[in-house]
């Protein structure tokens, strides 16, 4: 299944191609054999990289570089223009249109956090996010009416596809052989973190309520997989961190902190908006994480078998496979996967809400992802083991297949698409004339987070003493335990929008605030914890060989 993810048929010219290529070897003068032997020299060269040789004046490198920047600006003013002509000049009107915000918004975000990314070397996350500030205080941020639905829709798919990807990216004997380590990176800090900030914030921020410190508290306690998992990976390609399995511990723990800190803030939010007893509030609780739990486990093993597998009998309709028929079979499957995971996810997430069960919703999206994919590996795996030849891919190992993966690239590129949306919103929600006239905000939202940061620290430490790993790996850990992102620009705005819609006054400078704090979490930690892991992984690390 190595191109499951990949959506689209391959080009149908391709045997085409093949045959053309032998035939120029075998009856053009052996075109095809004298570039071989050619390239089979040692001194070849640049002159023969793979198969690929530049037909053109347009295929070298700066014809091809400029092209593609030609494509991304015609793309871009093709999809202005349809817009333009399409919807009413009122939502198109620069500035103030509130289509035109967004659409600025998005591709604005997408370019700076490229820049960023190639120029500086930070996150591309912390780029889109000084593109959301710099629209919104220079007055070409504005969105009403139907629109700022959009947002908020935006925003819960956003929720939705992290959720699923947290619990696709969860392996059962990874968990089950560093369970005990886990548990305790898992919930140890990311509790301790959450009670120290909503203490500190209780203190020092006037009238903030303990509900509101505990909802800050735990939006500040996630750690952002987006940030840890591509800097561990690149370590782990290089041989670092793989002797006592520092990779994989740091992995699973981030997703299971994820889930830990959205269920808390979940729970608490709906503790606050809610007027029964407290009683009752419990009772609800309770009730809310079983149906999340019971509704996650039936979809997870609905899922594992519809649709059917590629390897089916009624797939095999002869006996000789077409390797490209069965890879557009893999895709296919892997396109209906994809789609009743998400579907049903974010239909959880908005009819859990509905149904005045907000919590209910997220336990679902991650429990029955993470059954769906563990059920897939485990079919796979069996597959393999009773058939030499399977219909999934002849020429990939059963090792190669269940580390592919194909319906969690799905979602890796669904994230990848929606991150400028949903780190440029959040930028938006920061209006610097009006920071500067709170600045004591500002300062506060860092001793908040000095604060837990630095119990979290402390707790990380006493969490993995005495699992056999060294001083230099624990104080990797407690770097790698920094960067926070993902989970702040999401669940912050949540927040501030229920607020408006359902709170008071009061409640709505509450959500500000957080607004605030969440952003200065992202601006300080994010590029600090991405430098940190890549600048200090190959020095604390022991490599394999």
Known sequence: MGDGAELSDPPDEQSLQLERRDDDGDGGGGGGQQRNDRCSGEDSGDDCTGDVVAMAWCDERLPATAANAAAAVVGVAIAWSLLYVNVSPTLMAV??????????????????????????????????????????NAGLYTVTGWCSHL???????????????????????????????????????????????????????????????????FTLSAVSPAILVPGLFQLKRLGYGEVK???TLLIAASSLDNIVSICAFR????????????????????????IGTVLGVIWGF????????????????????????????????????????????????TGSRWCN????????????????????????????RNNSTILADENCDEEDQDQEKPVEKVFEYVWGGLQPSVFAFLGTDIKIFELLKHFDTVIVGLLVLTFGITVRMIVTTCSVLGTGFSRKEIIFVNISWLPKATIQAILAPVALNLAKELGTQEDVECGNRLVTIAVISILLTAPIGAIGIKLFGPRLLPRAN
């Open 151 to 217: 947002v908020t829709f935006i925003r819960e798919v956003s929720l939705a596809v992290t959720l699923i990807n947290g619990g696709l990216e969860l392996d059962a004997s990874q968990l089950h052989r560093l369970s005990r380590v886990v548990a305790k990176l898992t919930l140890l800090p990311c509790i301790a973190e959450a009670a120290t900030a909503a203490i500190a914030a209780h203190i020092i921020l006037p009238g903030y309520s303990w509900k509101w410190s505990l909802i800050l508290g």
């Open 267 to 290: 729970i608490v939010l709906g503790v606050l908006f809610m007027t029964s007893s407290v009683t009752s509030k419990i009772i609800q609780g309770f009730i809310e994480i079983s």
């Open 357 to 384: 069960y907000p919590v209910a919703g997220p336990l679902a999206c991650i429990t029955s992802a993470f059954i769906a994919s563990t059920g897939w590996r485990w079919r796979l795996k069996m597959q393999n």
């Open 302 to 349: 609905f899922l594992i078998f519809v649709p059917s597998s590629p390897w089916a009998m009624i797939y095999k309709k002869s006996k000789i496979e077409n390797t490209i028929t069965s890879r557009r079979l893999n895709r296919l499957i892997t396109a209906k996967r994809s789609f009743l995971l998400g579907a049903g996810g974010f239909l959880a997430m």
């Open 245 to 247: 399995g520092v990779n």
């Open 95 to 136: 500035p103030g249109g509130s289509l035109s915000s967004i659409f600025m918004l998005y591709v604005t975000g997408t370019v700076a956090g490229w820049l960023i990314n190639k120029i500086v070397g930070l996150p591309p996350r912390f780029g889109m996010l000084l593109a959301g500030i710099a629209l919104q």
